[in-house]
């Protein structure tokens, strides 16, 4: 049986002993963020351009988690692509397109990082579904697909109801304004899950996979409630996502994709596990 979680969920921690705890749960894959997940990177990004991931250390890194039976299936580099401070956008542009030029080292193509705010806290706002955030974003996002078809990597996005990618049919047109296999997504769909829209699941997973299913390269698998106005996040089994029509769709696909359990503590993986095998969502 095939599933992965995040290794930042795992704690922060040297490779050696997060590989030991995933490899614990049975887990085969990983979404690795180097500066969430692993000692001597800084999490806050504050001296990012300090840091070098040299090739060796990459391919250390990967060593570790192979010798372990876990593959790393996409990096993390989350950062604002419209921050409203252009070098601190710069900073996180910089930084990604170096992750996607080292990606292979760690035995991945892939880079993944949310949309955005046009807040610097990333908190939402009603500009966000703006014509002018969009630009911005656009703008970011092209400058990391040109550096990932040099480097035959991909740039994975995951859309977010209070971003800038918010629903499906921004996200549609993002995949075809770049128009190039070297960006692909990242889909949560609890993501997109609002106390307005929680009602209309159907809809909004059936567009999902009508627009761009055949982009979706990862998937990010965890439950939600609600508390008032409020989504919150629970393990997967526990709220009221519809997996079985997660699954559906997902069993429709041309090619497998990467599941990844988050926002799980490490001793409710396996409850999520086999709440997800009883779906079908994981062989």
């Not at 095939?2 to 590989?19: N, P, T």
């Not at 800038?164 to 190039?180: C, E, F, P, T």
């Not at 989504?231 to 709220?239: D, F, H, T």
Request: proline residues 4%; glycine residues 8%; aromatic residues 8%.
């Amino acid at each position: 049986m095939s599933f992965g979680v995040r290794a930042h969920d795992f704690g922060r921690g040297k490779s050696e002993e997060l590989a030991s705890l995933i490899a614990k749960v049975g887990a085969t894959h990983i979404q690795l963020a180097p500066m969430k997940a692993l000692e001597g990177f800084d999490p806050t990004y504050r001296n990012s351009e300090q840091v070098h991931l040299s090739e060796h250390i990459a391919f250390k890194i990967r060593e570790t988690f192979e010798s372990r039976g876990i593959r790393i299936s996409i990096l993390g580099c989350y950062f604002n692509m419209a921050h409203p401070d252009l070098p601190i956008r710069q900073q996180g542009i910089r930084l990604f397109q170096d992750y996607l030029k080292i990606a292979k080292h760690f035995g991945t193509s892939r880079v993944g990082t949310e949309t955005g705010s046009i807040r610097a806290d990333y908190g939402p706002d009603p500009a966000n579904r703006s014509e002018e955030a969009f630009k911005v974003f656009l703008s970011t996002v092209s400058q990391l697909v040109s550096v990932a078809q040099t480097t035959d990597s991909t740039v994975c996005i995951e859309a977010v109801a209070h971003h800038i990618i918010y629903d499906a049919r921004r996200m549609d047109r993002v995949l075809k304004s770049i128009g190039s296999p070297h960006l692909a997504v990242v889909f949560d769909p609890v993501n997109l899950i609002t106390s307005e829209n929680a009602n209309c699941q159907e809809r909004i997973f059936e567009e999902c996979f009508s627009l761009w299913g055949d982009r979706i390269q990862v998937v990010h698998l965890k439950d939600f409630v609600l508390d008032g106005n409020h989504v919150r996040v629970v393990p997967p089994g526990k709220g009221n996502l519809d997996f079985a029509l997660i699954g559906k769709y997902l069993g429709q696909l041309a090619s497998p994709v990467d599941i990844i359990i988050e926002n799980c503590k490490p001793d409710l993986i396996l409850t999520a596990v086999l709440y997800l095998q009883s779906m079908g969502l994981l062989r």
